[in-house]
């Protein structure tokens, strides 16, 4: 599976755009990016995924660069519900694990 | 919506005790799966069923077993818990065509003293 980088941590203000980078080089052609956030004290949450082109869903969006080898995960207005760990996991097609790296932990100020 | 219920939010159990964590599922997924989440090392697959009777191992299978008997109970069962076996538990499930897209109950803290 791809290797990812994202950063530890990332604070916004509320009613702001959040930009969350991920940067996955090792990706093959056939792994889809999703995404997944997990909120204080619950299980993980599926927000999106994508394959090549940008993707928008009522969540967030997906901006994919050309190459592959990065991604950004876009709120488009943080609210408080939002600050939650951010994990970007690219995944085989067919593959039965999500492997969870540590993510990014998002902090949205009032 | 899906819901994926896990049987209790908190567990305390004692060394050597054989320990059973539940989970449910609504919405007649196929697949079912089984982590433990752990500080600074992300979450890890124990075990997944894709069906009835079914089960694979994950990467970290050893000192649990999983019973799935009917499709939407999915069965947690640490043979003789350890102290190292302390942990967040999370069950999911998700269908066939979408097993990257899986929908994860609220978890079980689980400590073994």
């Known amino acids: 599976d791809a290797k990812t980088t994202q950063p530890n941590s990332m604070e916004s203000n509320e009613e702001e755009p959040v930009h969350l980078p991920c940067n996955h080089s090792t990706i093959s052609g056939t792994d889809y990016i999703h995404w997944y956030r997990q909120l204080p004290s619950q299980g993980p949450e599926y927000v999106i995924h994508?394959?090549?082109s940008n993707v928008n869903n009522r969540m967030a969006s997906l901006a994919i660069a050309e190459d592959r080898k990065s991604s950004t995960l876009i709120l488009h207005r943080a609210t408080l519900r939002d600050a939650a760990v951010y994990y970007c996991?690219?995944?085989?097609?067919?593959?039965?694990?999500?492997?969870f790296g540590t993510g990014t932990r998002l902090t949205v100020i009032p | 919506d899906v819901k994926v219920t896990q049987s209790s939010r908190y567990l305390v159990k004692r060394t050597g005790e054989k320990v059973f964590l539940e989970c449910v599922q609504d919405m007649d997924h196929e697949n079912m799966f089984w982590y433990r989440q752990d500080p600074g090392l992300g979450l890890r697959l124990i075990y997944f069923s894709y069906d009835v009777k079914m089960k694979e191992k994950g990467d970290i299978p050893e000192g649990y077993s999983v019973s799935r008997e009917k499709k939407e109970r999915f069965s947690l069962i640490l043979e003789s818990a350890s102290t190292n076996q302390t942990s967040m538990y999370l069950c999911?499930?998700?269908?066939?065509?979408?097993?990257?897209?899986?929908?994860f109950g609220q978890g079980t803290r689980l400590t073994v003293v």
């Open positions: 994508g394959l090549t």
């Open positions: 999911a499930s998700s269908l066939p065509q979408q097993a990257l897209k899986a929908f």
């Open positions: 996991i690219p995944s085989q097609t067919g593959a039965n694990n999500l492997f």
